[in-house]
């Protein structure tokens, strides 16, 4: 089934210079991008976004880490593509995420509690739409 899912490059995939090498997997993979920017995420957006995780403990370093550096946000089209890109991204947490997988390949343990893992992919097809009309109200199709 034909789907879109809101991947972001996170500001460590973006500080390390891999927004290339993640767009070339996106696309190795046959999938289509539908729409793409550069953003400096600010809090409105990033407590819209991540929301259910408000009353975590690693909420506020969460919160610190995605508005370090610009981010790279990215629509992306294609078949069961919400489940693929996470098999693409690999577990959230680096030190457990196969090799292979985007984050297994570049998230790292970094000192301080957050987990850095270099990107970000919908869960469901209910956030995807929600994450995607988040970070992308002007598209409309
Ligand atoms: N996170 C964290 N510490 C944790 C769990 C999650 O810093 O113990 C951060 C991490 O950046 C993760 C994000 O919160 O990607 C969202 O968490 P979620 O459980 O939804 O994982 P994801 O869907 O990103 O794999």
Do not use: C
Request: charge should be negative; avoid cysteine; proline fraction near 6%.
């Amino acid at each position: 089934m034909t789907e879109r899912t809101l991947a972001i490059v996170k500001p460590d995939g973006v500080i390390q210079k891999k927004v290339g090498e993640i767009i070339r997997r996106i696309e190795r993979k046959g999938y289509d991008i539908i729409d793409i920017k550069m953003v400096q995420a600010d809090e409105a957006l990033l407590r819209a976004h991540y929301a259910e995780l408000a009353d975590r403990p690693f909420f506020p370093g969460l919160m610190h880490y995605m508005m370090e550096h610009p981010v790279v946000a990215i629509v992306v089209e294609g078949d069961n593509v919400i489940k693929g890109w996470r098999t693409l991204m690999g577990l959230t947490n680096p030190t457990e995420a196969a090799p292979g997988t985007i984050r297994g390949d570049f998230g790292r343990d970094w000192p301080g509690d957050e987990v850095r893992n270099v990107v970000h992919g919908s869960d469901s097809p209910e956030s995807a739409q929600h994450e995607i009309k988040l970070w992308f109200p002007e598209l409309n199709n």
